[in-house]
Each structure stands twice: as C-alpha cells, then as structure tokens.
C-alpha cells in the first residue's frame, strides 16, 4: 500500500499522560500537513511541513503539542498532558511540492482521553 | 461563523435519485476539494476546481465552481448506496497559490436507502 499510513488507529489515554501518534506520507511527497478533526466537523489545519521544516503552526497547536519530521520522511505529533479536549481524530496528509495538487489523507488516529 | 458553509448538513435519499451539495464562502476560493468521508476513516478525494466557471465530473459525481470563485456545488445523479457518507468541501481560502492549509466545512451526511 502506497498511501499515507498513520499508527496507531486508535488510542484511548488517561488524561494527564502523553501520547505520539506517527504517519507516514506517500514517499515523494514533499510537503505533510496534520489536521484535527472532531465530531461533527470538518479536519482543522494544525500544522504544515515542507520536507523537514515546519514552516506554518495553527494557533489550535498549544504548547502541549509539538510535531516534528525529521528526515524529511515520516513525522510524529506529541501531545503532552493530555485532556479531555483533546480527544479527536487527528489526520495527516501529504502532497506533492508542485503548487494545484491535491493532499492524500491518512485513515487518521482516534484519540479518546479519558 | 463558518468561512465555508455546507448545505444541507444531512441529506436522506432514495436510491436512484439525484442529488446536490451545496458549499459557499464570502471570500474568493483559491483551489476547492471535494473529499469524502466514511465514519471515523480518511478523507478520500473526489476532485479539485480552481477556475471559475469550472466542471469535472467522475463516474456519476460532477461538481462545479461558480463564476465568482465563492460557490461550489456537488451532483450526484442516479444515487447508489455506495455513495452514502460525508461530503467535505476544502478550499484555500488564505493565500493565492498556497493549497496547502486548507480550510473546510462541516461537511454533509448523506444517506443512501435502497
């Protein structure tokens, strides 16, 4: 399978603790963006890579949360001290670097905070 | 309020008939996705419009962009219960050229009854 891969699918945490969700983008795609998403909602832009540099946070991207792609490849989103709030599905997608494509999404990762 | 606003928010149909989805903004819509959505998965991608006055259609979906760039509409004629799930609409509402942060509806929940 070729797409944009996301692990886990789902999550169910403690409030309080810390969680890393991981996505791997289709690989000649240079740009992965990360997308949250809750019930009854359309995905909400949380943060964009090009290649390793993240160049654009959303204001809905709060301390807690920190995302990172490393190599350029695959990246990580982290939330630290989880609530209750934060309980959502959090999407990734990835693109190609040339401007006018579409994004290729993810299945997503369900975070349930309990 | 929403930047991008779906009508209706649910849709019950009878299979077989035809169908539209409507997704309207008060700002120029740089680059509008359709994507669908079954229940807690991905998005899937339908089609992309940039140009004004624009059409595409797939299989038995065509979706449009109005000549002013601020309206978007989906038809699906001959409905089957294959296309029952959530309609999104995206665009690129910030940035000339950008597509990359995306912003979207509150999507539309079709149902498909045979």
């Known amino acids: 399978d070729t797409g944009v891969s996301q692990d886990p699918r789902h999550k169910i945490t403690k409030r309080g603790q810390n969680v890393t969700f991981r996505c791997d983008p289709i690989?000649?795609?240079?740009?992965l963006y990360w997308y949250r998403q809750t019930l009854g909602q359309g995905p909400e832009f949380l943060t964009y890579f090009q290649n390793e540099a993240q160049l654009e946070k959303s204001r809905l991207l709060s301390d807690r949360f920190s995302a990172e792609r490393p190599k350029g490849s695959f990246s990580t989103l982290e939330i630290q001290r989880t609530e209750q709030g934060d309980s959502a599905m959090y999407l990734c997608?990835?693109?190609?670097?040339?401007?006018?494509?579409?994004?290729?999404f993810g299945q997503g990762t369900r975070l349930t905070v309990v | 309020s929403q930047e991008l606003e779906q009508s209706p928010q649910s849709l019950i149909v009878q299979e077989g008939k035809n169908l539209t989805i409507n997704c309207t903004s008060s700002k120029t819509l740089y680059g509008l996705y359709w994507y669908k959505q079954k229940y807690g998965e991905g998005l899937i991608f339908l089609m992309m419009l940039q140009k004004g006055g624009e059409e595409k259609s797939h299989e038995k979906i065509t979706a449009k962009l109005d000549e002013k760039k601020q309206q978007s509409s989906l038809h699906i004629t001959a409905s089957q219960p294959s296309h029952a799930g959530i309609y999104l609409c995206g665009a690129d509402i910030s940035w000339v050229g950008s597509n990359y942060k995306l912003t979207f509806g509150k999507g539309t929940l079709l149902t498909v009854n045979p």
């Open positions: 997608a990835s693109s190609p670097s040339e401007s006018n494509t579409e994004a290729f």
């Open positions: 690989s000649e795609h240079n740009r």
